[in-house]
């Protein structure tokens, strides 16, 4: 079974642009979570998607925005770029979504935006 | 609000065990989660406990829980030069809905050959 991925792989922007990240579950995981991954803020939660719905979000700026689609494939996009929004983007995804147990999480690869 | 601790780094011997140290301080039903991330790399699971249970062992990989002091601990045994990568403890509150993972700053573990 082919695990999570997510395009594209590296990405340079500059400031004031906008991006859009995607991410491709496994199959047949409906449940879909995007983290910020810095150098000094660690791993951070910014949104949850189950079913096309979003059911939880971090505490991000408003620039920063998702989706899910019906086969379950998610993009995130972020606005008015800052040079503070370069970072590891990690999409992971599960069975369940999180008000379930367990709730076993499998992460891709990420995406490295570097904002200039 | 929830937090996780974790010590920043951890150089131990080709074929020594490792242990790598968690504290958390949410006191309710909870799922503790290991993560390995290698560089270049996304988060891989390697295993995780509830917090009715005290021990977990995979292969490798054995995760002590103390719930009184809130401090969990995932011991590698035979640890190998495979095994340099970021470990990262995690925690999730289960009884109140939707909650994401709450993630440690990490461990980085060098092994010496």
């Known amino acids: 079974k082919a695990g999570v991925t997510q395009t594209p792989r590296y990405l340079i922007k500059t400031r004031g642009q906008q991006v859009t990240l995607s991410c491709s579950p496994i199959s047949g995981h409906r449940s879909v979570s995007w983290y910020q991954q810095t150098p000094g803020q660690g791993l951070q939660f910014l949104f949850e998607y189950f079913s096309e719905t979003q059911r939880n979000k971090g505490n991000f700026p408003g620039r920063f925005s998702g989706r899910q689609f019906s086969n379950s494939r998610s993009e995130m996009n972020v606005s008015t770029l800052e040079l503070g929004d370069s970072a590891l983007y990690l999409c992971?995804?599960?069975?369940?979504?999180?008000?379930?147990?367990?709730?076993?999480?499998?992460f891709g690869p990420g995406t490295r935006l570097t904002v200039t | 609000g929830e937090d996780v601790e974790q010590s920043l780094f951890l150089s131990v011997r080709e074929g020594d065990s490792s242990v790598i140290n968690c504290t958390y301080t949410d006191s309710s039903s909870t799922y503790l989660y290991w993560y390995k991330q290698e560089p270049g790399a996304g988060l891989q699971l390697l295993t995780y406990?509830?917090?009715?249970?005290d021990m977990k062992q995979d292969q490798r990989l054995t995760v002590l829980l103390n719930k009184k002091d809130k401090h969990l601990s995932l011991r590698i045994a035979d640890t190998q030069t495979g095994d340099s990568a970021i470990y990262f403890c995690?925690?999730?509150?289960?009884?109140?809905?939707?909650?994401?993972?709450?993630f440690g700053k990490g461990t980085r573990l060098s092994v010496i050959a």
């Open positions: 995690a925690e999730r509150t289960w009884n109140s809905g939707n909650t994401p993972l709450v």
């Open positions: 406990i509830f917090s009715n249970m």
């Open positions: 992971a995804s599960s069975l369940t979504p999180s008000g379930g147990t367990a709730y076993e999480q499998y």
